[in-house]
T-cell receptor, first 115, second 112 residues
Framework: EAGVAQSPRYKIIEKRQSVAFWCNPISGHATLYWYQQILGQGPKLLIQFQNNGVVDDSQLPKDRFSAERLKGVDSTLKIQPAKLEDSAVYLC?????????????FGAGTRLSVL | KQEVTQIPAALSVPEGENLVLNCSFTDSAIYNLQWFRQDPGKGLTSLLLIQSSQREQTSGRLNASLDKSSGRSTLYIAASQPGDSATYLCAVKETSGSRLTFGEGTQLTVNP
């Protein structure tokens, strides 16, 4: 079974530029998550999708961050314009809906550096 | 607001030692608690998941315990190996559909 795929692995941009990240979840996983992990901290959930609907985006800075999950499969996360404090690793995860365990499987992440 | 704290932030031990990583959370009304491992440049891998009704879970050399009333969990690693070197994160889920709230992690180094 293929894991969660993310691209690119690394991205360096200057502040005020735009950037987009892509995620392909595990086949059959209806729930998709985007996390932001700042160096030395634990991941923080930005947005959670169930199929192509948003379940939780309460911690997404909506003035600059946006995400979509067209057709309930792949997802993109966009930052426009980027700030220095957006430097972090952006992790995508997916899980099957329901069930007591609902374990999330994580991709390798995209490391963003904003200069 | 749920807060998760992990102590220590970093730990260095010689190979073969048994060790304990600690996790505490402020709101004891949790649904489950998970321990993850994160290797440099890689995503997170789930190690153990404890439901709120359980006291512990074991997998190989790993044993995780949960004391909901005191808001604490421990991850015990027996006979540590250099391959155990990684960052260990704990995370709590407050309801079946809610987000995971992570601690900041413990960076473990096991020296040969």
């Amino acid at each position: 079974e293929a894991g969660v795929a993310q691209s690119p692995r690394y991205k360096i941009i200057e502040k005020r530029q735009s950037v987009a990240f892509w995620c392909n979840p595990i086949s059959g996983h209806a729930t998709l998550y985007w996390y932001q992990q700042i160096l030395g901290q634990g991941p923080k959930l930005l947005i959670q999708f169930q199929n192509n609907g948003v379940v939780d985006d309460s911690q997404l800075p909506k003035d600059r961050f946006s995400a979509e999950r067209l057709k309930g499969v792949d997802s993109t996360l966009k930052i426009q314009p980027a700030k220095l404090e957006d430097s972090a690793v952006y992790l995508c995860a997916s899980s099957r809906p329901g069930g007591a365990k609902n374990i999330q499987y994580f991709g390798a992440g995209t490391r963003l550096s904003v200069l | 607001k749920q807060e998760v704290t992990q102590i220590p932030a970093a730990l260095s031990v010689p190979e073969g030692e048994n060790l304990v990583l600690n996790c505490s959370f402020t709101d004891s009304a949790i649904y489950n608690l998970q321990w993850f491992r994160q290797d440099p440049g890689k995503g997170l891998t789930s190690l153990l998941l404890i439901q709120s009704s359980q006291r512990e879970q074991t997998s190989g050399r790993l044993n995780a315990s949960l004391d909901k009333s005191s808001g604490r969990s421990t991850l015990y690693i027996a006979a540590s190996q250099p391959g155990d070197s990684a960052t260990y994160l704990c995370a709590v889920k407050e309801t079946s559909g809610s987000r995971l709230t992570f601690g900041e992690g413990t960076q473990l180094t096991v020296n040969p």
